[in-house]
Structure formats: C-alpha cells, structure tokens
Nanobody
Framework: QVQLVESGGGLVQAGGSLRLSCAFS????????MGWFRQAPGKEREFVAA????????YYKDSVKGRFTISRDNAKNTVYLQMNSLKPEDTAVYYC?????????????????WGQGTMVTVSS
C-alpha cells in the first residue's frame, strides 16, 4: 500500500516562500506520477501541479505558473513543491497524491493515493 507523508507547511507572509515535501513509500516510486492539490476553507479541492514518472513533464494550475515549481527526487522517493511569491489566496491545505495513470494528471479522481495534507497560511 502506498503511503504519502507531507511536510513543510506553515505560516508565511505574502511574498514569501515555502517548500513542501512528500515522502512516498510502499511501492516503486517511479511507477507513479505525482500531484499536488489544495483545498481552501469552504472550497473544493483543486489541482495545483503534477509531474510525470520520470520528472520530464510537469503541469501547473494557471494561477501558480511562474511561482510554483514541482520536482521529484526518485532516489529519495520524494516529491517537492517549491512555492515562491506566495499570496493570501494560496492559503489552503495542500495534499500530495500518487497515480499510476500517465495521462490527465490534473484531475483528482485520477489519483489513487493521498497524503493527510499540510496547512499553508499566507498572511497579507
């Protein structure tokens, strides 16, 4: 069974940066594409970023392009989300997810495994 554990959330001022990490275990990491989603209070969960199995292809929500970077270290079984120029509207619980699918990585239902989430709060 795949297990995902996120870390790195916290409180940051607008314009600041955070790096989220997600540790993967239980299966072969390189068999899974990885994604980050977020859910703000009172809102639905939304796609943020995704990365293919070998890290060669990435996908981003339009509003985070140029500010967020997803990456993975297949030797460490870890996926990262570097978040720069944070805005108050980025405040949410951020979830890491894993999928054995290789296409349509921007939809939550394509993912089989989810972490418990880590809270990111951006103050204005």
């Amino acid at each position: 069974q795949v297990q995902l554990v996120e870390s790195g959330g916290g409180l940051v001022q607008a314009g600041g940066s955070l790096r989220l990490s997600c540790a993967f275990s239980g299966r072969t990491f390189t068999n899974y594409a990885m994604g980050w989603f977020r859910q703000a209070p009172g809102k639905e969960r939304e796609f943020v970023a995704a990365i293919s199995r070998n890290g060669g292809t990435t996908y981003y929500k339009d509003s985070v392009k140029g500010r967020f970077t997803i990456s993975r270290d297949n030797a460490k079984n870890t996926v990262y989300l570097q978040m720069n120029s944070l805005k108050p509207e980025d405040t949410a619980v951020y979830y890491c997810a894993a999928t054995s699918n290789i296409v349509v990585l921007t939809i939550a239902s394509r993912y089989s495994y989810w972490g418990q989430g880590t809270m990111v709060t951006v103050s204005s």
